[in-house]
């Protein structure tokens, strides 16, 4: 008896250290993959990859044509790379998402400015910049905001007007599938690309109930909501408000347009 327990022990120990193992072993590679998905949704967004096809393109090298700023949003100013630097920031690693847990670096939202339900917002993000010819030619901004069962996390992309819709993806939700799940429905994302954030200086493209209408004087700011998710329908429409707006990167994109 006392034979069997020892060998047991002794297999549950080594058990234990290869789990241990792996795990580090393991952990460089999903540091790696996760960028790799983020890299792919920043280029979805912008329109330079297509994830439902998967046609062959170098992520990494298109990704490196995009310039990384960190932003004070509370400042609303974008900062230098040397000031990025000195709190102690980089751009390509930056956890915006660990960031908005610490008091020190966040704020806590209230009540009535909280519209996409994030309780916290991290007082520094960043954003992606592409140009050509030495002009924006499209920027790429982070955007989360509850929907019906979860926070949905994703990118949008607007053109260099700063007000134009280039691009809208979702990398990471728990919304039911079929339904707020639709999210991801490459038809549907694809209604976002040419519609209008402002008009009269304030945000005013809706997801509505129903499918927008090209006859409406309203078409250029409206998305088809999605059938039988009315909840993360208005989730989505909040955190677009919310980050395109005074507490988000409005004034950012404000500073953009000159």
Known sequence: MKNILVVSLLVCFACSVVVSSAAVFLK???????DLDRNKNILEAAGLYD???GQNVDIAAEFEKFEIRVVDLQEKRVLSDLEASDLGIEARTYDQRKAAKDPAISKALETREDIASIS???RYSVLYLLRKDGDIKT??????GYGLWSTLYGFIALDGDMNTVSGITFYEHGETAGLGGE?????WKAQWSGKTIYDDGGVALKVIKGAARAESAKFNYQVDG???????????ENLVSYWMGDDGFGPILDGFRG
Do not use: E, F, Y
């Not at 999210?183 to 038809?187: E, I, L, M, S």
């Open 28 to 34: 460089p590679q999903r540091v790696a993959n996760k």
């Open 51 to 53: 994830k439902q096809t």
């Open 120 to 122: 916290r917002r991290a």
């Open 139 to 144: 920027i790429v901004l982070p955007v989360h």
């Open 183 to 187: 999210v991801d429905n490459p038809a």
């Open 226 to 236: 999605l059938s039988g998710a009315t909840l993360t329908s208005r989730g989505v």
